[in-house]
């Protein structure tokens, strides 16, 4: 149990899932752990608020997205 990714390290896992909080979490989380970018690694990233911060983020910041899915509820 930790804050984030901060006892992680880069090879104790090849997927990352981080969902339900703000883009702007997310990207916190993210920034603390700068091995997530090398891509060796899956990220599934799940923004409730602030996707378009947590989108610049990464765009900014050497990562690449493959494939983005929008869903409504209404």
């Given at each position: 149990?930790?804050?984030?990714?901060?006892?992680?390290?880069e090879?104790?896992?090849?997927?990352?899932?981080?969902?339900?909080?703000g883009?702007?979490?997310?990207?916190?989380?993210?920034?603390?752990?700068?091995?997530?970018?090398?891509?060796?690694?899956?990220?599934?990233?799940?923004?409730?608020?602030?996707?378009?911060?947590l989108?610049?983020?990464?765009?900014?910041?050497?990562?690449?997205?493959?494939?983005?899915?929008?869903?409504?509820?209404?």
């Amino acid at each position: 149990l930790c804050n984030g990714l901060c006892n992680f390290q880069e090879n104790d896992a090849d997927t990352v899932f981080i969902c339900g909080m703000g883009g702007e979490l997310i990207s916190e989380i993210l920034s603390a752990a700068p091995w997530t970018s090398n891509g060796k690694h899956k990220l599934i990233l799940q923004p409730m608020t602030r996707n378009e911060k947590l989108r610049m983020f990464l765009q900014e910041n050497g990562y690449q997205i493959i494939e983005e899915c929008f869903v409504a509820v209404h």
